[in-house]
Each structure stands twice: as C-alpha cells, then as structure tokens.
C-alpha cells in the first residue's frame, strides 16, 4: 500500500474534512478525492460516509485508521533529494564575440562586427 494514500487518509480522518485536509497536506482537493477513492478501491470498502451532516469514518475506516498510522510509523524516513544549488547551466561560447575595446589603430583586415 502507498504509504501517500495512507497520509493522506490520516490527514482526513483527523480532520474530517476533505478541504481542510487538503490545505494542510498542501494538495489540490481534487488529488485528495482521488487518493481517498483509490485507497477505498484497495482496500474494498468505503472508509468515510460524506452526507449533509459531514463526512465521519465508517467501522472499517475506524479499524482502518490504526493499521494506516502503525503503517506510517513503520515505513522508513523519505530519501531527501539533493540541494541543487542556484544559478544555471553557465552558456556554451557562440563564436568569438566581441573584439576587446584596444587603444590605438585597429587591427588591419579586421572587418567590423556586424549587428
């Protein structure tokens, strides 16, 4: 099981309320939706009842909720990915650019630098 989908279910389970839950986890709500609902596939039973009175865990998300935090819990810490430090690739020389600003004559057979 993914141990994102269990996150987030924790997250809903705790608030019992999908678009608090969704600004905590920092998700878009439609994400959220779709993790719920997909986790409730895996698992083949629906988790939450959402009715006019508010969204509440069912006997199986109850159940559910303790095997998903000892999961979490379980599950070894995130790789963290490396820092890249700022700034970008530095640019491939195109040609010789312009001539250095000499003082004195030009070169001889030097053709101007067109624009």
Known sequence: MNITLLVRFVAVAEELHFPRAAKALNI???????????????????????????TRLTKAGVL???????EIAAAPAPVEKPVVPPGGKAKASKGKGRAPAVKGQPKPYKKRQGR
């Open 28 to 54: 878009p709500l439609a994400a959220l939706y779709s993790s719920i609902s997909k986790l409730e596939d895996e698992v083949g039973s629906p988790l939450f009842v959402r009715d006019a009175a508010g």
């Open 64 to 70: 559910f909720l303790a095997t998903a935090r000892d």
